[in-house]
């Protein structure tokens, strides 16, 4: 079974940073691309950029470009994202999920970790 | 830049009603669209990709159609777990871009 587990919530102050992580298991992880999608709180969905931990290929969102860096370690089949100088604007819901490159199926999000909730407030 | 426009906003139907949600394109994105349903405090879920084709598990009361700038998810009748947000989805080049969502409530 494809499973993606995501790190805990947190809560952090202004300007603090924060790194999330996302575990996959039950593929070769090094094999597909992992997206990271942001859900602020009773919104809709945001892609903001994209892994493929086999060669670390990433491509970002430009509303997320500089803002965060995605990074992967395939050795642990995880995912990162980091987010630098936190804002209250930064409150949301994190997603990661797993894009197939290949196939009829190729640039969807086939499988979804939990959420990771974070938190900015002073 | 790509946008992805759901309409309506709001869908609000009974129990083994038929519901028929549009997701529109601009510009033209041949047939790669990407269907998701979001309960309430869940994931997302995948349900159509490239276009017409369900996703594993999911079941045939969802069908998805339509090419170049106007797409649809039909949910042929609804049941009470149906209740949540669709969204549509589109890749262009390499970038991934969701529509604004339309929650259907039972």
């Known amino acids: 079974e494809v499973q993606l587990v995501q790190s805990g919530a947190e809560v952090k102050k202004p300007g603090e940073s924060l790194k999330i992580s996302c575990e996959g298991s039950g593929y070769r992880f090094a094999s597909y691309w992992i997206a990271w999608v942001r859900q602020m709180p009773g919104k809709g969905l945001e892609w903001m950029g994209i892994?493929?931990?086999?060669?670390?290929?990433?491509r970002y969102s430009p509303s997320f470009r500089g803002q965060v860096t995605i990074s992967a370690d395939k050795s642990t089949s995880s995912a990162y994202l980091q987010l630098n100088s936190l804002q209250a604007s930064d409150s949301a819901m994190y997603f990661c999920?797993?894009?197939?490159?290949?196939?009829?199926?190729?640039?969807?999000?086939?499988?979804w970790g939990q959420g990771t909730l974070v938190t900015v407030s002073s | 830049e790509l946008v992805l426009t759901q309409s309506p906003d709001t869908l609000s139907l009974s129990p083994g009603e038929r519901a028929t949600l549009s997701c529109r394109a601009s510009?033209?994105?041949?047939?790669?669209v990407a269907w998701y349903q979001q309960r309430v405090g869940q994931s997302p879920r995948l349900l159509i990709y490239s276009g017409s084709n369900r996703a594993t598990g999911i079941p045939a009361r969802f069908s998805g159609s339509g090419s170049g700038t106007d797409f649809t998810l039909t949910i042929s009748s609804l049941e009470p777990e149906d209740s949540a947000v669709y969204y549509c989805?589109?890749?262009?080049?390499?970038?991934?871009?969701f529509g604004q969502g339309t929650k259907v409530e039972i």
């Open positions: 510009p033209s994105v041949g047939s790669s």
């Open positions: 989805q589109q890749r262009s080049n390499w970038l991934w871009t």
């Open positions: 999920a797993r894009v197939p490159g290949d196939g009829l199926s190729m640039g969807s999000f086939d499988s």
């Open positions: 892994i493929y931990p086999g060669n670390l290929d990433t």
